[in-house]
């Protein structure tokens, strides 16, 4: 039987959300965006800007999803390195990629500024270091593409600030920013609405279809029409196939822990390693404290279920460079979509006119997300933009040709899970709390039984493309190894592409 570390919760979900009504009716209006994490209420907030009429919707409230989850790291940066985005994108790609992402921090620190949404935005200096002295030879080769694409006030340093650990050599990229993603949301929800903006939650876009007027059908059965559709829900709904070859799901953790105020400069930090840490101060415990959130550890959605050790390691990894106290005070994952070529896909849904898509956040979220607000606001308006190019859903990255193979060959795999039998052989075996996938048959169910022994059971087969999904004891959910869509404890969808519920089946 697979562990069960019980539900985790982000240290930003403290202050709460902010809720608004259920859609009851009919509506009609310039743009229906899909989606209240950071790229639907960007995209939202820039179109209402322009004098738009924006409706938002959403089966939760703004935040709810992965945006809550976030480590929210403001980076030129980026994850997948310049050195690596000359290889699929080529220096100009490169140079394009630095601009967006700089302009975005620029784009938040104008929005905070302009709306005074009160969000700790703040500017700092971000750290990538080195572990090996092989590891170390890396960096000069970033640096030198690093100053390629325009980032010339990036430096060689020996050593990030810290005066009892030294994390060897490493690279400073100045003006980096960090916001508390809540309420940085809850502003921009606040400023969308005081623009005339319109958002309703628990309304689950049930279809959506292209045309003049778009149309997008809620579960309740309401219609919304529109000139255009922006589906900004982490990973496409509305596309089954296409988008789907071309970015993997994984889960990424997090622990948060006490530090001492004052020990740990007010920095990003970030390691070579593959998968990579990534470090910063989220905020304030008590006059004395604060608490350093340490994220890594990442595997494909869907294919291993041990967060108890992944954020065991991360803690132990924290307690060897940084002065932490204690055990971690927080501990959460969230969900990164990896594009194979490093960059989000952010523009028209390949074949369709008026359908926006923005996904692909490779672990840089808060900036990708910010720069779908100004892309597709462009769009939508006839303008043209830099960027577009770059970030096209409809691109062909030719150069990833093998990173497009290895992912795609792993979805192929997990289709064995027809053949193998399940987690236990019996309901019995399912501890009070958790969950299991069994075989009843020919088919797999996916079964959870609550804390008094109540049964849920499940046709375990994903609705997208009828994979297997696993159980996660941690989130206590049932996710899909091939393209990580994720179901709660009762079989609700929360995560796409799937975007129907498990179906409910009978249990002996």
Known sequence: MPSDSGATTSFWMDDGLPTFPRLDANASV????IGAGIAGLSTAYQLARAGRAVLVVDDGPPGGGETGRTTSHLVTALDDRYHELE???GKEGARLAAQSHAAAIDCIEAICDEEHIACDFCRVHGYLFAPSENDAKDLDKELEAAHRAGLVAVQRVDRPPLSTFDLGPALQFPRQGEIHPVRYLKGLADALVRRGGRIHGETHAAEIHDGHPARVVTRDGHTITASAVVVATNTPIN????????????????????????????AQFWDTLDPYHYVRIAGDLDDDHQLLIVGGEDHKTGQANDADQRHARLAQWARERFPVIGEPLYRWSGQVMEPIDGLAFIGLNPGDRHVYIATGDSGNGMTHGTIAGMLIADLIAGRSNPWEKLYDPSRKPLASAGEFAKENANVAVQFKEWLTAGDVSDIGEVRPGCGAVLR??????????????????????CPHLKCIVEWNGAERTFDCPCHGSRFDRQGKVINGPANVDLTPVKHR
Do not use: N, W
């Open 239 to 266: 596309d089954r196939v296409a988008i789907h070859t071309k970015q993997a799901a994984y889960r990424t953790f997090v622990v948060g822990m006490k530090i001492r105020r004052g020990s740990v400069p007010r």
């Open 87 to 89: 290889r699929h994108h």
């Open 30 to 33: 310039d743009v229906c965006i």
């Open 440 to 461: 009843s048959g020919l088919h797999k169910i996916a079964v959870y039984k609550d804390d008094i022994g109540h049964v849920e059971a499940f046709d375990a087969t």
